[in-house]
């Protein structure tokens, strides 16, 4: 027999492999599931799984749906709103300057503090655009376009003002140069941003209706087997209550229902903020930069002296779209559509008011292009300019309706999303607690039947 060299013999070798600690508790497992209370213990402890597991799934959807409802409120609408005030700004600066080009050399001083008024706030607008960290690269893309064009813009109106003062035919070569420049480059740029803003707006809403399936279904499951358990209770015992396994129950129940009304409550304000709200906006969004557009097209065509009968054509495609073509055949165009969304006397009155406005500066800018083909140039003028009876005191007015519709729509758009933020209110802190009383139940629900086996 050989010895080992401290001259005990060597263990005697079985040949069998060693078993790991994870094959022992496997079988140790296996071997508790063949007695009751082993059964009772790895039930105890799924059902507590399951309600913990119900609880916090819950408490994350829904604090991902209420952050969602949050941005829409306080973060995307505003973006887009601060987008379609900035082409709003730049489109009336445009407006703004053939105006004053239209009063003579010397350019009313209303007039003039009005642009600089507008570029001052689409400068400032642009720079908070700038200075939001989340935006997109094509957001900043845009954004980078509109700083760079806005100095260049405002250099050429200057030109056109200077030339002007001095009689100088040439000013008008430079604003006709400066409008293709805010009409080609700077517009479509603030409308590029304004898409994007929307549809950054249009995915925080769909994160924040999104159904919580997860939440759902692991609440279904967690009731599933919590009446399992207490069926089996009680065809092993013939008890007809496990209050542990009731408890339990009631928690999961109770929770269950508050998330299912509470998503529900707050799905259907975010839907009605939506056709109410977001919806309406952007007809009204549109219809306000083309009715800018227009206005413009029909200042230019009297600076450009009839010499480019382009603007005449943009401006009654543009009208065209506002409010449909002028013999009123082929529908309303967008003042139709903001009007069969409005859902009140409050947002639907002022749409009404600016389309009789419409109405009004369309029959006025007849009369002024029948004058401005005439030869009556300073005739066509004052229908354009004058403070009274004029186009501009017609858009003004279209502009100014506008303006109030969107407000109202804002207001019925930010009302919704507060409702639907109150609907979820305290949900992720129930969740949490109703999970751990739940669980805490079912825990003495089964410890109530193990110590019967004791």
């Known amino acids: 027999m050989t010895l080992t060299p401290t001259g005990a013999p060597p263990a005697p070798h079985t040949g069998a492999p060693r078993r790991s600690g994870w094959t022992e508790a496997v079988d140790r497992t296996r071997g508790a599931a063949t007695t009751e209370p082993g059964r009772l213990r790895i039930m105890g402890a799924v059902l507590v799984l399951l309600v913990v597991a119900f609880g916090a799934v819950t408490a994350w959807q829904v604090t991902e749906r209420a952050d969602a409802a949050q941005d829409v409120a306080t973060r995307t609408q505003p973006l887009s709103a601060d987008a379609a005030n900035i082409y709003r700004y730049l489109a009336d600066a445009d407006t703004t300057a053939s105006t004053g080009f239209l009063s003579g050399g010397q350019e009313p001083a209303k007039v003039a503090q009005r642009y600089q008024d507008d570029i001052s706030t689409a400068s400032a607008l642009i720079a908070h655009a700038a200075a939001d960290s989340s935006a997109s ?14 100095p260049f813009y405002t250099g050429l109106v200057e030109s056109a003002r200077a030339d002007n003062r001095q009689g100088l035919p040439l000013g008008s070569s430079y604003l006709r140069y400066a409008n293709s420049r805010m009409s080609g480059v700077l517009l479509p740029a603030a409308q590029r941003l304004y898409q994007v803003e929307e549809a950054r707006l249009g995915a925080d809403y769909g994160d924040s209706k999104s159904v919580p399936w997860l939440a759902w279904s692991l609440g279904l499951i967690a009731l599933a087997g919590l009446g399992y358990a ?16 009731a408890g339990a129950t009631a928690a999961t129940v109770v929770l269950l229902l508050w998330l299912v009304v509470g998503h529900t409550v707050a799905r259907v304000d975010l839907e009605d903020s939506v056709t109410h ?14 009715g800018l557009q227009a206005r413009g097209d029909e200042n230019l065509a009297l600076v450009a002296l009839g010499g480019d009968t382009a603007f005449e054509g943009r401006y009654q495609a543009l009208m065209a779209k506002v ?10 165009g967008l003042l139709a559509s903001a009007l069969s969304s409005a859902d009140d006397g409050a947002g639907s009155a002022p749409v009404k008011a600016a389309a009789g406005d419409v109405a009004r500066w369309r029959g006025i800018h007849t009369r002024e292009n029948a004058r401005a083909n005439d030869g009556d140039y300073s005739q066509a003028v004052g229908l354009v300019i004058a403070p009274s009876g004029s186009t501009d005191q017609a858009f003004q007015a279209v502009d100014d309706n506008l303006d109030q519709a969107i407000g109202h729509e804002t207001d019925e758009l930010q009302g919704s999303v507060s409702g639907a933020r109150d609907a979820l209110t305290g949900l992720p802190q129930g969740a949490a607690l109703l999970c751990l009383l739940g669980a805490a139940a079912a825990v003495v629900g089964i410890g109530r039947r193990l110590s019967e086996y004791r």
Do not use: C, Y
């Not at 409010?323 to 309303?332: F, I, L, V, Y």
């Open 137 to 150: 690269g094509q957001a900043q893309s845009e954004i980078t376009i509109l700083n760079r064009e806005l």
């Open 230 to 245: 207490q069926r089996r209770t009680f065809l092993r015992t013939n008890r007809v209550v496990n209050h542990g396994m």
């Open 277 to 290: 709200g977001a919806t309406s906006l952007k007809v009204l969004n549109q219809a306000r930069f083309d």
């Open 323 to 332: 409010a449909g073509p002028a013999d009123g055949r082929g529908g309303g």
